[in-house]
């Protein structure tokens, strides 16, 4: 069965949450309310995506809950982007690589390319390993964008078709397929 293009967009903001009669977290309210909009819609959906700052700005606990509604949302059989654009050198990739490919294997996660190809590889490979999937950032919509993405380069190119080209390389080098649920 093919899964309509529809992803969930799972943003957490505490201010459009504000519910009668809850006092204290409103976590608990949030994790509800994710957990049946997934599972009302799951038929329709053919990913949820989870924003990492909104979950790391609830603190520990919203860090936790985006964790625990990831599983639910693999429970449901809906595969996961973790949208942080990471993006870092050596150890830290790799580090980056383990929280969000590896420990959840079959997911996607957003990445910043911008530090070069020694930054991105250990998250190549790690995607690779666990059957998952990159979304790498090339030109943004952002209003500001242009400012470095728009660059000409001594050959003509802008800097975002160079990161295009680089991008479309490594997808040919790690072509294992279509990314699906693991």
């Known amino acids: 069965m093919q899964r309509p293009p529809l992803v969930l967009g799972v943003d957490p903001r505490p201010e459009l949450h504000r519910v009668e009669g809850v006092r204290g977290s409103l976590l608990p ?28 700005a609830l603190g520990p606990e919203g860090f936790a809950l985006m964790h625990e509604l990831a599983a639910g949302a693999r429970v449901l059989a809906l595969p996961v982007i ?11 990739a790799e580090a980056y690589a383990r929280a969000y490919l590896e420990a959840y294997p079959g997911s996607a996660l957003t990445v910043n390319p911008y530090l070069g190809e020694d930054a991105m590889e250990p998250l190549l490979q790690a995607a690779d390993r666990s059957r998952g999937a990159l979304f790498v950032l090339v030109k943004t919509s952002n209003p500001g964008s242009g400012l470095f993405q728009d660059l000409r380069l001594a050959d003509g190119r ?7 080209g680089w991008v479309a390389a490594q997808a040919e080098r790690y072509r294992v397929g279509e990314w699906s649920r693991a």
């Open 29 to 56: 309210h949030i994790r509800r309310y994710t957990l049946e909009l997934m599972e009302a819609l799951a038929a329709r959906l053919c990913a949820v995506k989870f924003q990492a700052a909104f979950f790391e």
């Open 82 to 92: 973790f949208d942080a654009k990471r993006g870092d050198i050596g150890s830290t």
């Open 158 to 164: 802008r800097l975002s078709q160079a990161v295009a």
